[in-house]
């Protein structure tokens, strides 16, 4: 991806640290009043009044978190900040700034980084948040990104992991499991291309899957929409690393085991003939694969009829009791197996 | 520093990455009535009430900011988070939260991690402040370290880069130029050892450079010093970059030029007599040698009888006019030479 660049491609050095963040961030416009200093002190400043704060950090790596050779960076820039919003509205509260911090060698020609910026920008648009700060630095390898989301909620609005009880509902937003068969996709185009790069791919059919992992969307509208619909859940977290090891922290966290029912799992049409086509089963891709960005939240009974019928939320499960297990309940062979954090083992 | 260690030492992927975060952080005592919650959730959670917020990150890569063959890890995990802190001070406030994300190589064995932490809990334990989230991931290469520090201040307080104005008096903390001496003497030392791994170093005449390099400390007790002398800084930094290039900030905030006197550069015996070994002037080690912590603001000559004569304070130049350029002014030969980031040419 940077090889079809123009020719003309500016080192790093040209610029210097502070000439280069300030190239980087100029067009960076402040949306929030909690923002009163941003780049360009020791320290950002806010003030963020009577709310609670919140402050999540995820630090992104080349080649463990992500593939340069088919990852464009501009979607790269636009998913790192994806991940940590969702992190944020997974607390229920509105994110409200970012600091980005990049590791990175001299083989990147600032219009890479222009890219990479290109896309934050457009994820601070979209979710009306402000770039406060950051580091640049040269890094000896590859890219690094560690970015840190900062929002705020009312006390009373915040959710955690460990509040779910007694027979609360399991819902889940959006379908699991197209991210990483996206990845799959693009991984096996990626060896296709090593071998012959004059093949051009026809991804068209698996652009669901392919735009879930590049261009993940964190699901503000999800928190809008149970604010409307007066829903307050009992525990939420966001869906990154797969169905299965989420749920065992909402177990773990509360102290309740739960109940998963197969049928139940939220699945695009697309996942189930991608799935066909890699000989994996769906299911396991929910479970184990990740990178959904999906709410997962409990409610309690008394809320079903709230979020009956709504089509962006499944029930796919519930609380049992006070230190019981976890199981996947599958149907037609009425048996129950043990959920782990490595996910369900095809029986 | 890896290598002496005991033989049994465990692999990361022993514990997982849930694990690891918390076998290394379940340690760690919430200290801030501020720290709703910590690590354990998608994001931290602070109740700031009604004071400014400031945020600052840093992000720190072996190879580019630390050679593991010197560099302890229980000093580099305090340096880390001293470096952040000192960000806080210099905004005039109180750091009260940290994040620290790392990326890391499964070379380094979970004891090495610990080491990391260890230092990371001595700085949290010494300046009264709270680890309340991060991320760790693997690395493909070498290690990186992000770190977040949150802090708070009344609005009145804080101090911004930009504040000064006509006939300041500019003053820094402490002495100069030492931190860079000690990576001097470090980097000398480990040319030796891969020579001739036999030969012990006599560091001992070099204590306080290497101490100054390897374990500096924010000045927290400047900040405090301050506050009881009744005096606000006009703006104020820390001294990462060596002093030429923050002075160039100060001037390019405040619009305003300077003028400091290369005899007034507060510098400790060891560093004149270090420098002289390494034959270069001690001037220049303090100008551009960075990595001193120590604090660099400006006040209002009507201040001035308060600071007068208190050893931890140096007044070292003053601001001129709007848009001057900024000179240092040398002793003797009674010329003045333009200051430029890459500091003072030898004359």
Chains 1, 2 share one sequence.
Not at 5 to 15: A, R, V, W
Not at 154 to 177: C, H, I, M, Q
Not at 212 to 240: C, F, G, H, W
Request: charge should be negative.
């Amino acid at each position: 991806m940077l090889d079809d660049k123009q020719p003309q491609l500016t080192p790093l050095e040209n610029l210097g640290e502070f000439g280069l963040i300030k190239h980087l961030t100029e067009s960076f416009e402040i949306q929030n009043e909690s923002s009163v200093k941003g780049i360009g002190d020791d320290a950002a400043v806010l003030n963020l009044g009577d709310l609670e704060t919140v402050v999540s950090t995820d630090m992104l790596v080349e080649g463990v978190h992500f593939n340069l050779a088919y990852v464009p960076l501009k979607h790269l820039g636009y998913k790192s900040v994806v991940v940590n919003l969702s992190d944020i509205y997974a607390m229920n509260a509105t994110p409200t700034q970012i600091l980005v911090s990049i590791a990175v060698s001299s083989r990147f020609p600032v219009e890479a980084l222009e890219e990479l910026y290109a896309g934050i920008q457009i994820a601070c648009k979209n979710y009306k948040v402000d770039l406060i700060g950051g580091d640049t630095t040269s890094s000896t390898s590859g890219l690094v990104l560690s970015i840190t989301a900062i929002g705020s909620a009312k006390k009373e609005e915040l959710t955690y992991r460990d509040g779910a009880t007694e027979n609360d509902l399991l819902v889940v937003s959006g379908d699991l499991g197209a991210a990483y068969l996206g990845l799959q996709v693009l991984e096996r185009e990626n060896e296709v291309f090593k071998v012959n790069p004059n093949v051009q791919p026809d991804l068209a059919q698996y652009d669901y899957l392919v735009g879930r992992q590049l261009k993940p969307e964190a699901r503000k509208d999800i928190i809008n929409l149970l604010k409307e619909l007066d829903v307050k859940p009992t525990s939420m977290m966001d869906i990154s690393d797969g169905l299965s090891s989420e749920i065992l922290h909402l177990s773990k966290q509360s102290g309740y085991g739960f109940h998963v029912y197969e049928e139940k799992i939220p699945l695009d049409p697309s996942v189930i003939k991608t799935a066909e086509e890699f000989k994996i089963n769906p299911i396991t891709c929910a479970l184990n694969g990740g990178e959904d960005y999906e709410l997962l939240f409990t409610i309690s009974q008394s809320d079903f009829p709230k979020i009956k019928g709504n089509p962006n939320l499944t029930v796919i499960g519930h609380t049992t009791e006070k230190n019981a297990e976890n199981y996947l309940i599958i149907k037609g062979i009425e048996s129950a197996v043990p959920l782990t954090a490595q996910g369900w083992v095809n029986i």
